[in-house]
């Protein structure tokens, strides 16, 4: 959903979310986040942006997970401390962990993700903005993270409650975090209205 009066919406974020000054890179973040979720309801939108902001570190750009090699290794490997998670994620080989482990606005995460975004052969194509938005757009809409999709939990039409998005952490990540997820989603639901979404 892409804001008809974008200016409006720029205004509405830069007084909680981001800002006080907006960075370029913080505008274009928005901006392919935007165009990439153009046909999404305003309760989706307002959730995608959210999950950017919070899994980029407010920075509205694509990024690798912090943790380093060991830490990835350990969480993520089959040879590390959780090899039923590594099995889940699709990996397999020795390695996979550090090679597959979290980018791009939503850090996906795992041989098996990566392979369905088109991105095995490439993991850091992952931290391209416009490939970043669009896993982080069919990746929500089709349930690749946890088997739940944005539409099994947030309307498809008008506003979203603070209930529902907290639900809507379970699309991306179990519910870590997921008052704080909300909180945002709230406000970037009331500037996307503020520029004109509806």
Known sequence: MIPPRPERFFAAVRTGLLGPALSQEEVDGCNV????????????????LATAYHETAHTMQPVVEQGGAAYFMRMYDPEGLRPAVAARLGNTETGDGCMFCGRGYVQLTGRANYLRAGVLDAPDHALDP?????????????GWFSGRRLADVLPL??????????????VVNGQDRAGLLADYALRFQDALLAGGCA
């Open 33 to 48: 986040i935007l165009s990439a979720c153009a046909g999404w309801p305003l309760s989706w939108t307002a959730y995608g």
């Open 130 to 142: 416009a490939t970043a938005a669009e896993i982080l757009e069919r990746g929500m809409r089709e």
């Open 157 to 170: 039409g008008g506003r979203a409650t603070r209930r529902q998005f907290i639900a809507a952490r379970r």
